[in-house]
């Protein structure tokens, strides 16, 4: 069984704490801060899967930033950013 660190070394992203903005702008390059944060709560809200497993772990819409487990559930369902 591989170590966290084993398992984020096989990744190009890594998998750590992220503001929510700095998140979306990864995902969304070209836009500007708020359209990046509006498109990726949109595709977040829209994929039921992912947002079940995200009530899973606790996440919290109001908090500012993703824990490295929510990180690492998004990515799960929405891929790599970039």
Same mark, same amino acid.
């Given at each position: 069984m591989k170590s966290e660190y084993e398992e984020n070394s096989d &990744?190009?992203?890594?998998?750590r704490t992220y503001s929510k903005a700095e998140l979306a702008m990864l995902y969304c390059p070209n836009q500007c801060i708020t359209l990046a944060l509006n498109t990726l709560y &949109?595709?977040?809200r829209l994929?039921?899967?992912?947002?079940?497993?995200l009530q899973s772990v606790g996440y919290y819409r109001f908090r500012r930033s993703f824990t490295p487990l929510e990180v690492r559930i998004i990515v799960?369902?929405?891929g790599e950013p970039g």
């Open positions: &990744r190009s992203f890594p998998i &949109r595709w977040m994929n039921t899967a992912l947002m079940a497993e799960k369902y929405l």
